[in-house]
């Protein structure tokens, strides 16, 4: 089936740690993207990338980083300078500017 | 940048009712799509309807680019589409879409 993974589904960090989020899309889309939701809130752009070995900081980049070394998977690493990383991590991807973007089921992240 | 709001920000409904979800945006697009998002935080594609008019089965939606707005309708809601209905918006020469903040749906039986 075609779609887009995340992993893992739950995930608790120690304050100082870096973790990372998976994601990969088998639907053969050029763009990917990593979107963070809080609680009551819609989601905010944190990196897009729109094709291998390229990508853009959204509006909320502080504290994050990305890869994009295949076509297929766009992991997002939380970093220990993010100040405020609980929160819902989703991914999504899309055959680039102006088309229909589809979501992977989120990670959400626990500092403990 | 484009604002996006959406209205009313909570709806609670009988089974059976019908309802009508509005997005107002601030400029033009060429991106405009609706979700649901389940209990369990899944964004369901609903639309993509950067203009016009599409139905699919109980759910229908119209954008009026012009007037910068979109509506999405449920016709005998069912307790299933209960959740959070987003509106996201893209603006062209832009990746990103922006999304409102959601009206939060509840059907009761």
């Known amino acids: 089936d075609g779609g887009i993974t995340q992993s893992p589904k739950y995930l608790f960090r120690k304050e100082g740690q870096n973790v990372t989020l998976s994601c990969e899309q088998n639907l053969n889309h050029d763009a990917m993207y990593w979107y963070r939701q809080d609680p009551g809130q819609g989601l905010r752009l944190i990196y897009y990338?729109?094709?291998?070995?390229?990508?853009q900081k959204g509006d909320i980049a502080e504290g994050y980083s990305v890869s994009r070394e295949k076509k297929e998977s766009f992991p997002l690493t939380v970093t220990s300078a993010q100040k405020n990383p609980t929160a819902f991590y989703l991914c999504?991807?899309?055959?680039?500017?102006?088309?229909?973007?589809?979501f992977g089921q989120g990670t959400r992240l626990t500092v403990v | 940048g484009i604002q996006v709001e959406q209205s009313p920000p909570d709806l609670i409904l009988q089974e059976g009712a019908n309802s009508t979800l509005r997005c107002n945006f601030s400029?033009?697009?060429?991106?405009l799509q609706w979700f649901h998002q389940n209990p369990w935080g899944q964004l369901i594609n609903l639309f993509y309807?950067?203009?016009g008019t599409k139905q699919n089965g109980r759910l229908s939606a119209t954008t009026v680019a012009t007037e910068r707005y979109s509506l999405l309708y449920i016709s005998s809601s069912q307790t299933t589409d209960s959740g959070v209905y987003f509106c996201a918006v893209g603006q062209g020469g832009s990746e990103k879409l922006v999304f409102g903040k959601g009206t939060k749906l509840t059907v009761n039986p």
């Open positions: 999504a991807s899309s055959y680039g500017r102006s088309t229909e973007a589809f």
């Open positions: 400029d033009s697009v060429n991106n």
């Open positions: 990338s729109q094709i291998v070995n390229d990508f």
């Open positions: 309807i950067p203009s």
